[in-house]
């Protein structure tokens, strides 16, 4: 059974840091595009970072600059270093992995870790 299990979320400050962790289950997600996503209240999800195989990146405008995402193959895990945090990245905070039939998209979420930062 594939499973995604995020952890690192909490309370911060603004300008404060934080870091998610994903630990994934399954060894396809060695070769295949891991991402973080978010979703804050009232809002739809939104893709934050993500990152294949070869450690090549993407990152939503809002995020460039201040947040990293990272990933381990050997241990199978996607990480994200989110710092200079403001209030507009409150959300809960989704990791993904993508299956092994699938091109384009996401097959996999976590169940969120919430993320709040203070004004």
């Known amino acids: 059974q594939v499973q995604l299990v995020e952890s690192g979320g909490g309370f911060v400050q603004t300008g404060g840091s934080l870091r998610l962790s994903c630990v994934a289950s399954?060894?396809?997600?060695?070769?295949?595009?891991m991402g973080w996503y978010r979703q804050a209240p009232g809002k739809q999800r939104e893709l934050v970072a993500l990152?294949?195989?070869?450690?090549?990146?993407n990152y939503a405008d809002s995020v460039k600059g201040r947040f990293t995402i990272s990933r381990d193959n050997a241990k199978n895990t996607a990480n994200l270093q989110m710092n200079s945090l403001k209030p507009e990245d409150t959300a809960v905070y989704y990791c993904?992995?993508?299956?092994?039939?699938?091109?384009?998209?996401?097959?996999?979420w976590g169940k969120g870790t919430l993320v709040t930062v203070s004004s």
């Open positions: 399954g060894s396809f997600f060695i070769i295949k595009p």
């Open positions: 993904a992995g993508q299956g092994p039939h699938t091109v384009i998209g996401m097959d996999y």
């Open positions: 990152i294949n195989n070869g450690g090549g990146t």
